[in-house]
């Protein structure tokens, strides 16, 4: 399963600006920024710099029932 990692937010008007440090739904690429849904269920877009696509290696669950190596990386790298 594919996630969004926000990493930045460097905008305040954008929808993820709370979520730096989360993953959302990654839904695709559009070729200039990847589309993902807000928590109110509507899609949205965010921008290659502020996420990196993470692989999971889980159907369901949560982050901290997840093997794979990407959940195993501190969020500390992510900050400046």
């Not at 710099?49 to 029932?65: F, L, N, R, V, Y």
């Not at 959940?71 to 500390?76: D, E, N």
Request: proline fraction near 5%; charged fraction near 30%.
């Amino acid at each position: 399963m594919k996630q969004l990692l926000i990493k930045q937010c460097p905008d305040p008007m954008r929808w993820y600006r709370d979520l730096v440090g989360q993953y959302v739904e990654y839904r695709g690429d559009t070729g200039t920024e990847y589309r993902s849904r807000e928590p109110a269920g509507y899609t949205n877009f965010v921008q290659y710099e502020d996420a990196e696509i993470i692989q999971h290696h889980w159907e369901g669950g949560t982050k901290e029932t997840c093997d794979c190596p990407d959940c195993g990386r501190s969020l500390i790298d992510y900050q400046e």
